[in-house]
């Protein structure tokens, strides 16, 4: 039913001659006890509630920082990933710096060598063409 604060106050109950009439002070104040009770369980299932809320409240709170202490462990991570990579790849151009080195180094060693053979064996065939015309120049005179 439930009785505002107003309304107990206003309720007309009706006088007799030697006082308030008995049945309208019995049924008010039923009345109200029956409103206090609907108010006291009330009371009590907001603070059931309340406690419930409270607790989820405090398992939602840590979540969040077990949430929040994942999240910075896998930032940390993921920046230690990206810093490993980078040195990685450093590693790797330093790598393929000093092994272009050492094959541009090898080439031009080659080329060297190579013109080298070719300055000999143009040497050797310039000599070979003199022998030869020596020799064709000499059967040429022992023939006159």
Do not use: C, N
Request: charged share 40%; no cysteine.
């Amino acid at each position: 039913m439930g009785l505002t604060p107003a309304e107990i106050r206003h309720v007309p109950i009706a006088r007799g001659f030697w006082g308030y009439g008995r049945g309208a002070v019995e049924r008010l104040l039923d009345d109200v006890a029956e409103s206090f009770e609907e108010v006291w369980r009330e009371r009590a299932d907001f603070a059931d509630r309340i406690e419930h809320l409270e607790s989820e409240l405090q398992r939602h709170g840590e979540l969040e920082a077990l949430l929040r202490k994942t999240l910075v462990s896998a930032e940390a991570a993921a920046q230690e990933q990206r810093d490993g990579a980078r040195r990685e790849a450093d590693r790797v151009v330093a790598e393929a710096h000093a092994e272009a080195r050492r094959i541009t180094f090898a080439a031009t060693a080659e080329r060297e060598r190579l013109e080298t053979d070719i300055r000999r064996l143009r040497e050797l065939l310039r000599t070979a063409l003199a022998t030869v015309d020596e020799a064709d120049g000499a059967d040429e005179v022992a023939a006159a």
